[in-house]
């Protein structure tokens, strides 16, 4: 069962413009992640943030999370031609099932 | 250096085939994932293990079979009965909690074909 709901789908900017991406959820949480994966590709952690946190940075990454709405976003600041990839949400459920919940991704394109 | 090693990169199968992918990490995590992500998609769950000799199904396992018997080791068979196989395999590992407050280590995934 898919949980994360990425918006938009698709996006395209130009190298230096900011990028955000929405990530909404239905189930309480522990925790929300954030991973990037180039095509082709493995995915990779870019960051955690956990159910008692509202925003949390990391380099060019700036995270946020709304409980109450159960959303989060990740903006990716100044980007650059090696920021495309697709970007996936993925929550912890409060189950503590151990498992992580993918959404479906969106795919960043950035113009040089 | 530590990772996470999905062999082989491409493998085809022909119909009636059972075929194994490969998951080998030397983190030591506890926990190990199989998903698979369709084209365009996001990750579907197929199998995880917390615990070595332990494994559970998870959204998608039918047509499919793991087994656990090594922490390092999680592979993947994909059987027969998978009607529609074709698709990107991606193994994960993370140190296991209930709370899943460790981020996921992924490999560079396993693409199948049928031919």
């Known amino acids: 069962s898919q949980q994360g709901e990425e918006d938009p789908q698709a996006l395209s900017i130009q190298e230096g413009e900011n990028a955000t991406m929405n990530c909404s959820y239905k189930?309480?949480?522990?925790?929300l992640q954030w991973y990037r994966q180039n095509s082709g590709r493995g995915l990779v952690h870019l960051i955690l943030i956990r159910s008692n946190e509202r925003e949390k940075h990391s380099g060019r990454l700036r995270v946020t999370l709304d409980t109450s709405k159960k959303s989060s976003s990740l903006l990716i600041t100044a980007s650059r031609a090696a920021d495309t990839a697709s970007y996936f949400c993925?929550?912890?459920?409060?189950?503590?099932?151990?498992?992580?919940?993918f959404g479906q991704g969106t795919t960043l394109q950035v113009k040089p | 250096d530590g990772g996470i090693t999905q062999s082989p990169k491409y493998l085809f199968r022909k119909e009636g085939q059972n075929v194994t992918l490969s998951c080998e990490q030397n983190l030591n995590h506890d926990a190990m994932y199989w998903y698979r992500q369709d084209p365009g998609q996001g990750l579907r769950l197929i199998y995880y293990s917390q615990i070595v000799n332990d494994f559970q199904k998870g959204d998608i396992a039918e047509g499919y079979s793991v087994s656990r018997e090594k922490k390092e080791s999680f592979p993947l068979t994909v059987t027969s009965a998978q009607k529609n196989p074709t698709a990107f395999y991606l193994c994960?590992?993370?140190?296991?909690?209930?709370?899943?407050?460790?981020?996921?280590?992924f490999g560079s995934g396993t693409r199948l074909t049928v031919v």
């Open positions: 993925a929550t912890a459920p409060s189950s503590n099932t151990g498992k992580l919940i």
């Open positions: 189930t309480s949480i522990n925790n």
């Open positions: 994960a590992s993370s140190y296991s909690t209930g709370s899943a407050n460790y981020g996921y280590t």
